[in-house]
């Protein structure tokens, strides 16, 4: 008869939760900002002004997730475990709510901040710092640069992050029954 041993590291990974969410979330998020890095950078999609703020969530997401599966690693109090979860699920889901607000303003069914949506003002060429602000491109929140299955990438923001902030909420769920 054989007994099947599974890795230690795979055993304390799967037994706990709060590890395995905070990790999930923590990758997810970093993958997410190389993706926008490499569409501003590489692809020369420039972000515009509620693109930029749409990544401050995962900013946070990033260190909290992985300083929340450190200390899950480490045995932390459950109640610290449950905080660093909840947090970083109503982050993610504020941010999925911005995504939101920002492709509703895409598509045209509510007006967007007034720094960047509704008609551009030309101002002539009165001096040279009118003539420095004719040379700088403003980047439409209104105006959708890039989409794929018809969806903008405001539009897969709000995807991602209601699937970090599900990870979450089952995260905080199966780490209050541990």
């Known amino acids: 008869m054989t007994t099947a041993t599974a890795h230690p590291s795979d055993a304390s990974a799967t037994g706990n939760p709060a590890l ?4 999930a979330i923590a990758v997810i998020a970093a993958v997410t900002l190389a993706g926008a890095w490499f569409f501003q950078l590489v692809l020369e999609i420039m972000p515009c002004p509620l693109c930029l703020e749409q990544r401050y969530a995962y900013y946070l997401a990033v260190p909290l997730g992985a300083l929340v599966a450190l200390a899950a ?9 449950l905080a660093g979860l909840a947090i970083l699920g109503l982050a993610a889901l504020a941010n999925a709510g911005l995504g939101a607000y920002h492709a509703g303003v895409e598509w045209g069914f509510w007006q967007g901040p007034t720094d960047c949506t509704g ?28 989409r794929f299955l ?6 897969y923001n709000v995807l991602i ?18």
């Open 20 to 23: 395995t969410s905070a990790l």
């Open 73 to 81: 690693a480490r045995g932390t109090a459950r109640p610290v475990l």
């Open 119 to 146: 008609p551009m003002v030309d101002f002539g060429k009165a001096g040279s710092l009118l003539d420095q602000l004719d040379k700088v491109k403003v980047v439409r929140c209104d105006e959708v640069q890039w």
């Open 150 to 155: 018809g969806v903008s990438l405001a539009g």
């Open 161 to 178: 992050s209601l699937l970090m902030a599900a990870i979450a909420g089952r995260g905080v769920m199966r780490a209050a029954k541990a």
